[in-house]
């Protein structure tokens, strides 16, 4: 913490802002995740319409992902994270007004565009003010928004969907929104210099894509979001399921605490000992965590997966934002930033559709065996192709090598 006393007072206040926003807009998100499997199988839908119906939050982030970094690189980062707000404050009131499967998939994919909007804005912003030396540090202090966000609101929508009915957790989350988009109004964005006009944005898009230095992370993120979209789809029917008593916001809630504890020391560990041992850690917690759910049949045993799915999601996620951010520039961050994001996005979008079937044909518990392997993929995938060569990469995701794509400190272009 340390860090934070070297920043300046108005750096510190705009973190602030830009940290009661976050957090207050995953509480949003969060509060809806115990209730809407649950919502969606109350008006008739079996798996396989459940599972496309989830799915189709994806459908939102991957239409707007694109446009999303673009805006925010020429537009500015602070309208894109207003704007992925704004989703997430009506979309929720949407789901109260049909009862429709066709029409649920539509809500769903507008509430996608708030994370495709916002979780681009918010990495962006948080790495623009960072300095390049403490940037693993701060980004892990500032991604807490998250674990904290998922611990308070599966919690509170659990349990008041459980003492009144799915109309007062839909509510809430959409005041949530409200009030983080309060806050979002005094966040200060720091200019950022830009580059010319690239003259063809397919282009652009290709070459970002097929670039070495985008690739692997890219594959590895739409491979954990097809482990995470098992998670968060069908965990709560899992339990239902299982007939354990458990309400299945606390699984979130044991997720979100391990993953603030591990998001606490990860960041800066990584910018003293590397970033590669610190995804492959994360993804290692993610494949035995869809472990556990395939033989979990009691209490102790889920919140045992959940507490391992935050360990996962503590360690991989923000250390494998601030790979990324190493390895580009200000001026193309909000491009780079919804491209391999987009990747964890079309995870979770094909995630839904495919592991419904799965889980009717196989059950539940199949369902996170085939999840695992997904993920022992991702793991298997970092670790022999992250790097130049599959020694090098190897060596990397052991932490035992430096990342020959990152970009010298001293290059960085960020306007003060």
Known sequence: MNTFAKLSAQTKQNLGV?????????????????????????????????GIVMGSFAIGLL??????????????????????????????????????????????????????????????LV????????????????????PIGMALGPAIGGYLQELTTYAPVFVMSSLLGMISMTCAMFVKAPAVKHQSQERSSENVFWRLLLSDRIRIPTLTMLLVGIAFGAIATFVPLHIKESNIGLNSGLFYTAAAITSFITRFVSGKASDRYGRGRFISIGLLSYAIALIVLSVANSAPWFLLAGALEGLGGGTFLPIMIALVADRCQ??????IFGLFVGGFDLGIAIAGPILGSVANAIGYRGLYAVAAMVAFSALIVFM???????????RFALGYGKDPYAIPKDEFLIKA
Request: charged share 15%; glycine share 6%.
């Open 18 to 50: 830009l940290f009661t926003a976050g957090l207050l807009f995953w509480a949003s998100l969060a509060s809806l995740l115990p209730i809407l499997p649950l919502y969606v199988k109350s008006i008739g839908a079996p798996d396989d319409q459940l």
């Open 330 to 335: 200000p001026h193309e961050r909000g491009r």
């Open 384 to 394: 022999t192709l992250s790097s130049k060569s599959v020694a090098h990469s190897f």
């Open 63 to 124: 239409l707007f992902r694109p446009q999303a970094g673009k805006m925010a690189d020429q537009q500015g980062r602070k309208i894109v994270l207003l704007i992925g707000i704004s989703v997430a404050t009506l979309a929720p009131v949407c789901h109260l007004l049909t009862q429709s499967i066709p029409i649920l998939m539509i809500v769903r994919a507008f509430h996608g565009i708030s994370i495709a909007a916002f979780t681009t804005a918010y990495s962006s």
């Open 127 to 146: 790495v623009d003010i960072a300095p390049p030396e403490n940037r693993g540090e701060l980004i892990g202090y500032m991604s807490l928004v998250n």
